[in-house]
C-alpha cells in the first residue's frame, strides 16, 4: 500500500532529521578521532575509527532510503565538533551524550515510521536506536570507568 501523502512527508522529515543528527555524530566523532589524547590514546583511536565506519554506513543508508522516497536531498546545516576538547574522557562524554540523543530521536522517529505503515523505514529507525544506544553504552563504559579508576601509585 502505497504512503499518503501526509504521512511520507512526515517520515522524510524524520528521515531528514536522523541524516542531520547522524552526520553531525560522524563529524564530531571524527574530531575526536583526530584529537583525542592521553593514555587510552590507542584504544579510543581505534574505536572512533570504528564508530566513524559504522555511522558513514548508516548515513548512506538513510540517505538512500529518502531517494527511495523520491525526495532530493538538499542539506544546508552548519555543524560543530565539541568545543575543541582533546581528554579522552570529555570526548567520551560529548559522543555519548550524542549517541544518547541520536537514538531517542530514532524511537521517536520510529513511531512516525509505524504509524504510516512505513516497515521499510520502521526497521531502519529501529537499527539506528540499536547502534546508536550500543555506542552510547561502550562511551560511557569507558569514562564512568576512567572516572572511578584511580591511577596507580608508584
Known amino acids: 500500500m502505497p504512503l499518503d501523502q501526509d504521512a511520507r512527508s512526515r517520515i522524510v522529515d524524520a528521515l531528514l532529521t536522523q541524516l542531520a543528527v547522524t552526520f553531525s555524530l560522524y563529524l564530531e566523532t571524527q574530531f575526536a578521532y583526530w584529537n583525542v589524547t592521553g ?5 579510543l583511536h581505534r574505536a572512533f575509527r570504528k564508530q ?7 548515513i548512506d543508508r538513510i540517505a538512500e532510503r529518502i531517494r527511495a522516497l523520491d525526495v532530493t536531498i538538499e542539506m544546508e546545516q552548519a555543524m560543530e565538533a565539541p568545543g575543541g576538547e582533546t581528554g579522552a574522557e570529555k570526548l567520551c ?4 551524550d550524542g549517541h544518547a540523543a541520536a537514538a531517542d530521536g530514532a524511537r521517536e522517529a520510529y513511531a512516525v515510521a509505524e504509524e504510516a505503515g512505513d516497515v521499510a523505514t520502521a526497521m531502519l529507525f529501529e537499527d539506528l536506536a ?9 562511551l560511557r563504559a569507558y569514562y564512568d570507568a576512567s ?5 596507580a601509585q608508584s
Do not use: V
Request: zero cysteines; a positive charge; charged letters at 35%.
Open 39 to 43: 593514555l587510552s590514546f590507542f584504544e
Open 52 to 58: 566513524n565506519r559504522r555511522l558513514l554506513k548508516d
Open 93 to 96: 562524554k560529548a559522543l555519548a
Open 130 to 138: 540499536f547502534y546508536r544506544e550500543k555506542e552510547a553504552w561502550h
Open 147 to 151: 572516572l572511578t579508576e584511580a591511577p
